[in-house]
């Protein structure tokens, strides 16, 4: 779903297993404050996030046609 076609899919530690399958990466639950950990990451010069290079297609690919 989501986490597989979005850049850079995070799941939060307390998510589901499902979910943390499909995430690129595991964050901190909200008790640790994963997701302001990930956005001082991102945007305010935290460690460098790399995407981990998964193509999956847009996800409209099979409603728009796929015009590539």
Do not use: Q, T, Y
């Given at each position: 779903?989501?986490?597989?076609?979005?850049?850079?899919?995070?799941?939060?530690?307390?998510?589901?297993?499902?979910?943390?399958?499909?995430a690129?990466?595991?964050?901190?639950?909200?008790?640790?404050?994963?997701?302001?950990?990930?956005?001082?990451?991102?945007?305010?010069?935290?460690?460098?996030?790399?995407?981990?290079?998964k193509?999956?297609?847009?996800?409209?690919a099979?409603?728009?046609?796929?015009?590539?």
């Amino acid at each position: 779903g989501m986490l597989r076609a979005a850049g850079l899919g995070c799941c939060m530690d307390n998510g589901s297993p499902d979910a943390k399958a499909a995430a690129d990466r595991i964050i901190g639950d909200v008790r640790e404050d994963g997701l302001a950990a990930l956005i001082d990451e991102l945007w305010f010069g935290g460690p460098e996030a790399k995407p981990s290079g998964k193509v999956f297609g847009s996800p409209w690919a099979a409603l728009e046609g796929d015009r590539r």
